[in-house]
């Protein structure tokens, strides 16, 4: 692999990670406070919203969308590099149980980066409610437990972690790069959201892996975790597996066989 992808940027050496895990170790239930918060926002917007007309804002969302499209493609890159050159150098079961991910000098910043940054997506949930389109269940349950989930397994470095960040920074770095040119006016072929949902699906499959993986492992220092994080994320991941599949069924799927019915 390229060395240079390896080589630390000013502002990722400089990151000081110590300083971030004791915040998060402090405040780690305030991402509580903020999913309360969210939650009463869709509640009051959608009440605010109901008699009103529906906002465009096709420009606000185009530079909402754009921005998490580079910071996310820029994290799986900079993560990407580091998980490749663990696997390379130490194998696959080192890419599960590897903690060093939260303060390698090419991939600490990232880390709580990515942390942070499930903070802001609730964003996504603004554009949806002021623009008036259907919030389903899937959507609002995603945000809320990733947060939760994200903030409490930083704060202990459990293992797995690169394993997390690294393919939700890539799914994400597509999802919003379609978000982008979606929002742009561009007319994109269906099989394109369909991929993104497919990879959705097997990002979930391959988290049950990993956590299984570092169950069967855990009794190893090398590869430390807890029972409360294991079984937490088993079925955050879970879920998200089912409803994934379910939502790929019902937007795919069953209206193809609905248009071949009234076709026939």
């Known amino acids: 692999m390229n060395a240079t992808l390896l080589e630390s940027f000013d502002f990722e050496r400089r990151f000081d990670e110590k300083v971030a895990f004791e915040w998060f170790q402090e405040n780690w239930t305030k991402s509580f ?10 509640l009051l917007g959608r009440h ?5 007309q529906k906002l465009d804002l096709r420009r606000p969302l185009v530079l909402w969308s754009l921005s998490l499209a580079i910071f996310s493609i820029f994290g799986a ?11 390379s150098s130490s194998g696959f079961r080192q890419t599960v149980c590897d903690t060093d991910f939260y303060s390698a000098p090419v ?3 990232w880390a709580c980066a990515f942390t942070l940054s499930k903070a802001p997506e609730l964003g996504d949930t603004v554009f949806i409610v002021l623009r008036k389109q259907r919030l389903i269940f899937l959507h609002w349950y995603h945000h809320i ?3 939760l989930y994200t903030w409490y397994s930083y704060k202990d470095r459990v293992a797995g972690g690169g394993w997390f960040m690294t393919m939700n920074y890539t799914v994400h770095a597509l999802m919003y790069s379609y978000y982008t040119a979606k929002a742009a006016g561009l007319r994109l072929p269906k099989p394109c959201a369909m991929i993104i949902t497919a990879l959705q699906i097997l990002q979930m499959a391959m988290g049950l892996t990993v956590l299984a993986l570092v169950y069967y492992w855990h009794h190893d220092v090398h590869c430390a975790s807890n029972m409360n994080n294991i079984v937490s994320g088993s079925l955050m991941y879970l879920s998200y597996l089912v409803l994934f599949a379910l939502f790929f069924y019902q937007s795919y799927l069953k209206k193809e066989k609905s248009k071949d019915v ?3």
């Open 33 to 42: 406070v903020f999913s309360t918060l969210y939650a009463a926002v869709i």
């Open 48 to 52: 605010f919203m109901r008699e009103r």
């Open 77 to 87: 890159i900079r993560t990407g590099s580091y998980m490749l050159h663990t696997f």
């Open 107 to 109: 991939s600490k910043f």
């Open 145 to 147: 437990t990733v947060l």
């Open 262 to 264: 009234k076709a026939e």
